[in-house]
Nanobody, 124 residues
Framework: QVQLVESGGGLVQAGGSLRLSCAAS????????MGWFRQAPGKEREFLAG????????YYADSVKGRFTISRDNAKNTVYLQMASLKPEDTAVYYC?????????????????WGQGTPVTVSS
């Protein structure tokens, strides 16, 4: 079965950096656009970043543009989210997502598979 397993979350001080990883299995990785979302307590799941199948095109939410970078390594079936200049409002559970029907994932309805999430806490 399809599995998306996130790692790299944790506690970081404001202004710090983290890199999240998402290892995919059970699917043909290069057939899927990939993305990252997050969900803070009491809030809806929010799109952050998307990347196309080859890794040549990316798209970001305004809230993270210039601070977060999405990338993928198709040889390792892994997608990454490099996060910099973190703020307390970035605190959330971060989810990896895969979608095979769209060039780039830009919203939750584009997603076929979700990871289980990894928590990120940014202290002030």
């Amino acid at each position: 079965q399809v599995q998306l397993v996130e790692s790299g979350g944790g506690l970081v001080q404001a202004g710090g950096s983290l890199r999240l990883s998402c290892a995919a299995s059970g699917l043909t990785f290069t057939s899927y656009a990939m993305g990252w979302f997050r969900q803070a307590p009491g809030k809806e799941r929010e799109f952050l970043a998307g990347i196309n199948r080859s890794g040549g095109s990316t798209y970001y939410a305004d809230s993270v543009k210039g601070r977060f970078t999405i990338s993928r390594d198709n040889a390792k079936n892994t997608v990454y989210l490099q996060m910099a200049s973190l703020k307390p409002e970035d605190t959330a559970v971060y989810y990896c997502a895969a979608g095979n029907a769209y060039i780039i994932i830009v919203k939750a309805s584009n997603v076929n598979y979700w990871g289980q999430g990894t928590p990120v806490t940014v202290s002030s």
